[in-house]
């Protein structure tokens, strides 16, 4: 955690604010919400893979700095009864009030909160770097080895535990073809050449069993 919490401090201070125990509590409630007992992949592992994959490819981004502080927030309000872009929206409203809070300049809050808002559909445009890398970082995980994305299926499907089977797998069916229906899953060109066949080939074979016949 104190790594993580270094990691936020800095990002922040690139951002423009100071950095003192305000935003060092921030951080660490920042976490408190990623580790809350009903996530199961969205979790603080799947912060740190983000931010790992922000930090690689960094060079891609015109402000990576604002690309770390919206991967903190992106998820920071995760609720699988929530309807919608509701988690989206509520967690780019508390980046919001956060950043604000902090000092870090308007015109980067607002930039932060609609990388955050981008994460909902993962629809990105051509000349939005930023927004790219933010969002080919969030579905990295779809381009797994399959052992590692049946786990993270695995770990999604414990987060909707609440949801009977045959409604989570229509569910889960109407978002994987949502993806396979992007024109691209990954925007920047190192990402997209590395990741895009394997990404596809998972969601694919994930969509397979979600459909076959509960007989078969």
Request: overall charge negative; some cysteine; hydrophobic content about 45%.
């Amino acid at each position: 955690m104190a790594d993580l919490l270094e990691r936020w401090r800095a990002a922040v201070r690139a951002a423009g604010a100071e950095t003192d125990e305000h935003a060092t509590l921030a951080g660490e409630r920042l976490l408190a919400r990623w580790r809350e007992p009903h996530r199961h992949y969205h979790t603080v592992t799947h912060l740190a893979a983000v931010l790992d994959v922000v930090d690689r490819h960094a060079g891609l981004a015109e402000r990576p700095d604002l690309v770390r502080l919206a991967a903190w927030c992106h998820d920071a309000v995760y609720d699988p009864r929530a309807a919608g872009d509701a988690n989206e929206r509520d967690s780019a409203e508390l980046a919001a009030s956060l950043l604000t809070g902090l000092g870090v300049p308007e015109p980067a809050v607002t930039e932060v909160r609609r990388l955050v808002l981008l994460t909902a559909a993962h629809r990105v445009t051509a000349d939005d770097f930023d927004g790219a890398l933010l969002c080919d970082a969030d579905l990295a995980v779809l381009a797994g080895p399959p052992a590692v994305y049946d786990r993270y299926a695995a770990a999604i499907r414990r987060e909707y535990a609440h949801v009977p089977d045959p409604a989570f797998r229509s569910g889960r069916a109407s978002v994987l073809t949502g993806l396979l229906e992007l024109p691209a899953l990954f925007r920047l060109p190192p990402l997209a050449q590395r990741w895009e066949a394997s990404a596809r080939d998972n969601l694919r074979r994930e969509l397979a069993t979600l459909t076959r016949p509960a007989n078969r």
